[in-house]
T-cell receptor, first 115, second 117 residues
Framework: KAGVTQTPRYLIKTRGQQVTLSCSPI?????VSWYQQTPGQGLQFLFE???????NKGNFPGRFSGRQFSNSRSEMNVSTLELGDSALYLC??????????????FGPGTRLTVL | AQKITQTQPGMFVQEKEAVTLDCTYD???????LFWYKQPSSGEMIFLIY??????QNATEGRYSLNFQKARKSANLVISASQLGDSAMYFC??????????????FGKGITLSVRP
């Protein structure tokens, strides 16, 4: 079974631009979560989508948004990029079973550099 | 609120020896799950092992085992017979079972493990 795929793998943008990142989950996985990883803040939860609906959201400004399509693929968008948005963006998918045991499987990440 | 603490500085281990990576956690929910992930320099987070709060036995997956001490709120990862490919960052994470929040993982800051030949 193919793993989680993310495109693009690397991205360079300038301040003020916007960017869209894509994530394809493992086949059969209905939940997609996004995380931002930086050296200073570590791994921080952005949001989670399930059945095309945002089910959970982290503490990020409204410039960060996402969506999920009917095939469970997800995109996240960052508008008006700031230097501090430079990070590794990780997508994770899961079966969305109830309870604490739902295991998230991660993609290789998209490394975004904002100049 | 959930909290994961990983305070060990960079860890070093000789190839073929065992190593323990520490993780302590805090939560007010009696039902929760603990996860360990490995992140090589390539960036991908690789799932290693899961332990549920109600599991009676410590989890094991191949060379990985979890030393779960619920009363002490610790979930240490034990890697046996270390290999050079084990050199990576290791993250402890948890999720509680509160409805509506059961998708979010809270991560620790990670521990760097270096395996020496």
């Amino acid at each position: 079974k193919a793993g989680v795929t993310q495109t693009p793998r690397y991205l360079i943008k300038t301040r003020g631009q916007q960017v869209t990142l894509s994530c394809s989950p493992i086949s059969g996985h209905r939940s997609v979560s996004w995380y931002q990883q930086t050296p200073g803040q570590g791994l921080q939860f952005l949001f989670e989508y399930f059945s095309e609906t945002q089910r959970n959201k982290g503490n990020f400004p409204g410039r960060f948004s996402g969506r999920q399509f009917s095939n469970s693929r997800s995109e996240m968008n960052v508008s008006t990029l700031e230097l501090g948005d430079s990070a590794l963006y990780l997508c994770a998918s899961s079966l969305a079973v109830k309870g604490a045991s739902d295991t998230q499987y991660f993609g290789p990440g998209t490394r975004l550099t904002v100049l | 609120a959930q909290k994961i603490t990983q305070t060990q500085p960079g860890m070093f281990v000789q190839e073929k020896e065992a190593v323990t990576l520490d993780c302590t956690y805090d939560t007010s929910d009696p039902s929760y799950g603990l996860f360990w992930y490995k992140q090589p320099s390539s960036g991908e987070m690789i799932f290693l092992i899961y332990q549920g709060s109600y599991d009676q036995q410590n989890a094991t997956e191949g060379r990985y085992s979890l030393n779960f001490q619920k009363a002490r709120k610790s979930a240490n990862l034990v890697i046996s017979a270390s290999q050079l490919g084990d050199s990576a960052m290791y993250f402890c994470a948890m999720r509680d079972a509160i409805t509506g929040a059961n998708s979010k993982l809270t991560f620790g800051k990670g521990i760097t493990l270096s395996v020496r030949p």
